[in-house]
């Protein structure tokens, strides 16, 4: 199994990334990609672009050399109560949103389950998020059993993060957690790089080897095949429009 698209990708304008947006499109190109997202951090992230950079993304066009370029952004949930860092006019003018939880955005409020619990449950009730980003952070734990099946019930599409084998302590154990509670309510998936440089776009062996692991059901893992993928931009997105 190959992955189509690579969702979850950053630029320069994430100033600690590296890449253009037309070199994250090359390297979807060489990747033989059907679609790359460019999803830079919101604006509570450090270095991050503030929303002028983000509205004024529908000036690039929609197809780049045959590649889908999906114009989009990873904001950062902020409180127990799902609130997101960016506007909602801003927000509808992109057409692909991940939703994230980071140290430097959720730091003043106490870490605890109860607490991402119901952040995460109020995010899957918002009608603009697309993709649960990275959700298998040790520190930001919550229980998945209660919060998965709403993420499915909501179209919402439950990342597994190849950069999170890297860089995030504990990410491999609460993935394949997350991955099986995915498989046991049929909650589709979505597997993303994170690429932070042109050189890891559609890097997700790690993720693909995880899923493997556990006998994960492809038919839930949208970007395996363009006509899944097509049919959630179609039935979740404004890409087409």
């Not at 979850?8 to 790359?36: D, F, G, I, P, R």
């Not at 389950?113 to 995460?120: F, H, I, R, Y």
């Not at 995880?210 to 994960?216: G, R, T, V």
Request: hydrophobic fraction near 40%; aromatic fraction near 10%.
């Amino acid at each position: 199994m190959k992955i189509i698209a690579d969702t979850h990708c950053h630029t320069v304008a994430s100033t600690h990334a590296y890449s253009s947006v037309q070199e994250m499109v090359a390297a979807a190109k060489e990747k033989n990609l059907v679609a790359v997202a460019i999803t830079d951090h919101s604006q509570y992230m450090p270095g991050s672009p503030g929303p002028w950079y983000f509205r004024n993304l529908v000036i690039l066009p929609n197809i780049v050399d045959g590649i889908y370029l999906l114009k989009g952004i990873e904001v950062n949930v902020c409180d127990p109560g799902g609130y997101l860092d960016m506007d909602n006019f801003t927000i509808n003018r992109l057409n692909w949103v991940v939703a994230s939880m980071h140290d430097e955005t959720f730091h003043h409020f106490q870490y605890n389950m109860e607490a991402v619990t119901s952040a995460w449950l109020s995010v899957a009730k918002n009608p603009l998020v697309n993709v649960i980003g990275h959700s298998g952070m040790e520190e930001f734990q919550y229980d998945y059993e209660k919060v998965i099946p709403e993420f499915g019930r909501n179209g919402k599409l439950v990342e597994i993060n190849n950069n999170s084998f890297r860089v995030r302590r504990g990410a491999k154990k609460n993935c394949k957690q997350i991955a099986l509670v995915c498989k046991k309510y049929g909650v589709p998936v979505i597997l993303n790089s994170d690429a932070h440089s042109s050189f890891q776009v559609g890097n997700v062996e790690q993720a693909q080897r995880l899923l493997e692991e556990i006998d994960f059901p492809e038919e839930l893992i949208v970007n395996s095949n363009k006509e899944k993928f097509d049919n959630y931009l179609k039935k979740y997105t404004n890409f087409f429009d």
